[in-house]
């Protein structure tokens, strides 16, 4: 076999989305599972859905996501220009497309828009498509060359016969056969010269010596023409792998109104990237076994096209959440300070040690955001109702809170050692001199200087940071809040 070669060949037309990237991850998988090549190309010619800056935007993101490419546009490999633009001005596509005219599998086509506007539409797939009639095909030799010299504008279509079917083999799908009747005379060469993305496409990807094509399975209604073309040129076919849709929640196509639609979205509201890359391996591929954490170099090794689904594949994106919580807690402590860092200062402003902060919300939080929820106290104790002191399981309730504080307070006091250890050895000692479980001390401790249910640390653990005077002065806040509960009560 000859050596595998994939591409990504995506249109500058904005952000890179979640299909997008499964896409360029899966040629990348495709390719360097077998020891080939992954190129990158880009596909232009569509000038009106053309994007400044979008073409930044693939660069960086596949940088981002660890999906190296071997050649591209700012890597030639031979085989270039690798912009479609760049490749149209050496005339490649024109030069193809009249060959495929010699051989009569394609012809000039002069209808203007008056005369295509009132041919027959047939709605295929949910859209009304117009066939055309093939008038142009009867055109003689003399009459084409007379109309091209008086200057008048013309597309080169593909010529697919009437009759007969057309077949092509998908590697998940299997053989599929279409009838030609069913298939449109598609534009090939545009009135303004430029290829269409389908003619392009094909094109280039035989003159790359491209070996495995991977796209989304919208596109496989098209593969029967891109079939013919290479049928009309006597080209051996590419590996077709058309890959399952790709849905939210609730088994709708994503969209970018869904918030989580493009890789920047994700990696701007917290998420990982190597987090992300993991999850979206995943999105329509498994491995043999149930593991669900891999690094990019552990993909590489395990990925096995064979095992792509034919299902559509949910985004869930409280399953991204999940994995991304492993990635945090898996994540070096200091890198995971430096990336939390801005979190952190967004949410304290009081002179704490935001290390131990860090440290406390590390194996808590499933992306960056979440620290703001888990911290907020630290600024201040929220509005709390003294219910919260009652405690089934810690055998609590306000009044034994009371009491517990009450006794504490002169001890905590007098005490200068504000470190987590020396806290919780006074707390503990008190639990021993008062015969009772850990809990019964802990929970109002915790409750009185957080004012929350559930917290990132334990009790002793805030207290460190929050310091002496600060401490002191939430547990006498408590004490009068509970005071004054059971007061209103008498």
Known sequence: MSKVRTRYAPSPTGKMHVGNLRSALYEFLIAKHAGGDFMLRIEDTDQERFVEGATDIIYRTLDSAGLKHDEGPDKDGGFGPYIQSERMKSGIYMEYAKKLVERGE??????????????????????????????????????????????????????????????????????????????????????????????????????????????????????????????????????????????????????????????????????????????????????????????????????????????PAVFDIVKLKWMNGEYLKAMDFDKFYEMALPYLRKSITKDYDLKKIAAMVKTRIEIFPDIADHIDFFECVPDYDSSMYAHKKMKTTPETSLEVLRELLPILEEQDDYSNDALYETLSKYVADKGCKNGYVMWPVRTAVSGKQMTPGGATEIMEVLGKEESLARLRAAVAKLDAGQESSL
């Not at 010529?159 to 005379?185: K, M, R």
Request: hydrophobic residues 35%; contains cysteine.
């Open 106 to 311: 394609a012809y000039y086509c002069f209808c203007d828009k008056e005369r295509l506007d009132s041919l027959k539409t047939e709605i295929v797939e949910g859209k009304e498509i117009m066939m055309y009639d093939k008038h142009c095909l009867s055109l003689s030799k003399e009459e084409v060359e007379a109309k091209l010299a008086s200057g008048i504008p013309f597309v080169i279509r593909q010529n697919i016969p009437n009759e007969g079917t057309t077949t092509f083999h998908d590697e998940l799908y299997g053989d599929i056969s279409v009838e030609n009747a069913e298939l449109d005379d598609m534009v090939l060469i545009k009135s303004d010269g430029y290829p269409t993305y389908n003619f392009a496409n094909v094109v280039d990807d035989h003159t790359m010596n491209i070996t495995h094509v991977v796209r989304g399975n919208e596109y496989l209604s098209s593969a029967p023409k891109y079939q013919r073309l290479y049928d009309a040129f006597g080209w051996d076919s590419p590996v077709y792998i058309h890959l399952p849709l790709i849905t939210d929640e609730n088994h709708k196509k994503l969209s970018k109104r869904s918030g989580h639609a493009s890789f920047e979205d994700l990696i701007a509201q917290g998420f990982l990237t190597d987090a992300v890359v993991n999850y979206i391996a995943l999105l329509g591929w498994s491995p043999e076994d149930n593991r669900e954490i891999f690094t990019l170099n552990e993909l590489i090794w395990e990925f096995d096209y064979h095992r792509i689904s034919k299902s």
